[in-house]
């Protein structure tokens, strides 16, 4: 994976950060049903349980950054590869649900930001040459 690649995903989980802030700070545990669903599956406080699974979000996407992309390792292009799917879906979701209520709801504003940081990555990867994907000495 090439050093801008790296770069590109090092961005999108920060960004991925910034979004589940924004998704606390607006209750989203509260308001959407999977995010219901996902925060109480840790416990009876949906808040407390919507941190432990953002947290643990991004940290597996710290994790991927850190680890198998920057060693430079097949599996992790196909994380990034992942992140991108995720992100995008995450992003495009959130869009969707403010556009059919025609209004604000938690994420959005940070939606967008998702989506074009995964667009800029999977251009990114999909640019990278295959030997830049081969594992360093």
């Given at each position: 994976?090439?050093q801008?690649s790296?770069?590109a ?11 589940s ?24 406080d ?6 432990i ?28 590869w992942?992140?991108v ?12 649900w ?18 074009i940081a995964?667009?800029?990555?999977a251009?990114?990867l ?6 830049a994907d081969?594992?360093?000495?």
């Amino acid at each position: 994976m090439s050093q801008r690649s790296r770069a590109a995903f090092f961005a999108l989980i920060l960004v991925q950060a910034a979004h589940s802030v924004e998704e606390y700070s607006t209750q989203l545990y509260d308001r959407f049903a999977p995010a219901r669903f996902v925060s109480g599956l840790f416990g009876f406080d949906r808040r407390i349980g919507f941190v432990i699974f953002n947290v643990a979000l991004v940290a597996f996407g710290l994790w991927c950054c850190f680890g198998p992309a920057r060693r430079g390792a097949t599996s992790g292009t196909a994380l990034a590869w992942f992140w991108v799917v995720l992100e995008v879906l995450n992003g495009t979701i959130h869009i969707a649900w403010a556009a059919s209520a025609a209004a604000y709801r938690p994420g959005l504003a940070t939606a967008p930001l998702l989506v074009i940081a995964a667009t800029i990555l999977a251009w990114s990867l999909h640019r990278t040459p295959a030997a830049a994907d081969a594992p360093q000495a």
